[in-house]
């Protein structure tokens, strides 16, 4: 049975998402997605433990073996994706039992659920698939099962943040497409590991730089990097909270992942950060989703929408990581990609509670929430100051890998901006501390209780960021291992 766990891991919500919607009941389908997490949670963890010990695992889909045939691959680049993913889902199970009854018509309830078992049956597919234009169709079942679950959002504006999610989302899946399609054309096989080697001695075809080109655009529209983010901060903030917590802390990270893969193990990190300018573009573009990511972010008027920002900074970091093409500067950027999902997970599951409890994220309405909802207010504050990278917050260690990472190779300007960013993150939380602490509560009715559910799946997220912050032993292990992986294979 072991041999199969990596196809079913990726079966589990694969099957859940028609059985939401067939059995058209609200506790059947949140039953059916929660199984669906922590039965792949379960194979996440066995599989890490299989990778650790024996070394990379791999499954041919129906017996068919590579290049012919489907083959998933487990190993330590993708493990860290795997239990990263599964672990949110699992939390956000938890946390949308009452989240989602609050938010979405009863109706269409199961629907969401079934949405929810694609989005994560398409990262996890993500995640193991070896190749490439399986990677494309499993990228595809998570964005179209994305917009139509960011379209049941409250307000009637979610659906014009759904279709511009799809439209941009689009535009990068062709670019993927085109990308795999000029790389088959070059080498005739979709395989990634066959697609390395065959590639391996064509640098110089101008095909095969094109090819790069598309593949790295696509994703880098899927990961919002700066300028190509438009669709991030509507998406996130007009998504049902539960939605936005699993989006925020899941999605970017996954097609970042799909962009590691990529550059080093099928190109190689010699054609893509040696010969192509790729690294130097990407320290730019990382300077600037710091500095305006974290800008625009100082000045939001809604809770939602300051972190939808402050994501996009976020990503500069890792961005920055992934620039510098060293095995510190990938582990810093895995790191981060760890600490950052399970901080704004943290945060974006906050700003649900609020929602349910006072029916707004805007800051105005929030004023005084912090001496009517002092245990919220903390979670939002423990979690905000590892956005800013204070000790003993996971964000510090992680921003703090990634300084080493820059010094080593001198790049000065851009840890400046990583500082300066900091400093701005410094002053958005403040805002949020300012207006839940020190203005006077607003008139707005609050519920007697918060759902005990939903304040559990914020603390654990809070608490999983401090102590990844007092001890780092097991994100650094997972990052240290994934890029010496992917550096490794990528030569």
């Known amino acids: 049975m072991t041999v199969q766990l990596p196809f079913v891991q990726v079966l589990l919500p694969l099957l859940g998402a028609p059985l939401c919607a067939l059995l058209r009941s609200r506790v059947a389908a949140w039953l059916l997605f929660l199984l669906a997490a ?96 399986n990677a494309f169709v499993f990228l595809e079942i998570m964005s179209l099962a994305s917009y139509a679950l960011i379209a049941m959002g409250r307000r ?31 080498t005739g096989t979709l395989n990634m590991a066959d697609l390395a080697q065959r590639l391996g001695g064509l640098h110089g075809n101008r095909a095969l730089y094109a090819a790069v080109v598309f593949v790295l655009v696509g994703l880098a529209v899927k990961m919002a990097v700066f300028p190509l983010h438009a669709w991030l901060p509507d998406a996130y903030a007009q998504a049902p909270s539960a939605v936005g917590v699993l989006l925020s802390a899941t999605a970017t990270k996954v097609a970042i992942y799909a962009l590691l893969r990529f550059a080093f193990t099928v190109f190689g990190a010699t054609l893509v950060f040696g010969v192509m300018p790729v690294g130097r573009i990407g320290a730019l573009l990382a300077v600037l989703a710091m500095l305006i990511g974290s800008a625009v972010a100082c000045f939001q008027t809604d809770l939602k929408y300051l972190l939808a920002w402050s994501s996009i900074a976020q990503i500069g970091y890792i961005v920055a990581g992934i620039s510098l093409a060293t095995t510190a500067g ?150 240290d291992a994934a890029a010496a992986a992917l550096l490794r294979n990528g030569g």
């Open 156 to 186: 009637r504006r979610a659906l014009l943040a759904a279709f511009r999610y799809l439209v941009v989302g689009s535009v990068g899946a062709v670019f993927v497409l085109i990308g795999i399609g000029l790389a088959y054309a070059v």
């Open 330 to 479: 990938v582990s810093a950027a895995y790191l981060h990609v760890i600490n950052h999902a399970v901080t704004k997970a943290a945060l974006f599951a906050a700003a649900g509670l609020l929602v349910l409890r006072l029916g707004s994220a805007r800051l105005d309405d929030l004023a005084g929430f912090g001496r009517r909802m002092p245990w919220t207010f903390a979670a939002v504050v423990v979690a905000g100051l590892g956005l800013v990278g204070v000790p003993p917050t996971a964000g510090f260690v992680s921003k703090w890998a990634l300084a080493t990472a820059l010094l080593e190779r001198g790049q000065w300007p851009v840890l400046a901006a990583m500082l300066v960013s900091s400093l701005l993150a410094l002053v958005y939380v403040g805002r949020i501390v300012e207006v839940g602490w020190f203005r006077e509560p607003s008139l707005v009715t609050v519920m007697n209780r918060p759902p005990v559910s939903m304040v559990a799946a914020i603390w654990f997220l809070v608490l999983l960021s401090v102590y990844f912050g007092l001890d780092a032993t097991l994100p650094s292990s997972l990052a």
């Open 38 to 133: 922590l039965g792949s949670l379960g194979c996440a963890v066995l599989l890490a433990q299989r990778v650790a010990t024996a070394g990379t695992q791999r499954y041919s889909v129906g017996g068919w073996t590579a290049p012919v045939g489907i083959e998933f691959v487990i190993d330590d680049f993708n493990t860290p994706v795997l239990l990263l993913v599964s672990l949110i889902a699992a939390v956000v199970a938890v946390f949308s039992h009452r989240s989602l009854a609050a938010e979405v018509a009863a109706k269409r309830v199961p629907l969401v659920y079934a949405c929810l078992c694609l989005v994560l049956a398409g990262m996890l597919g993500i995640a193991v698939t070896g190749d490439a234009f």
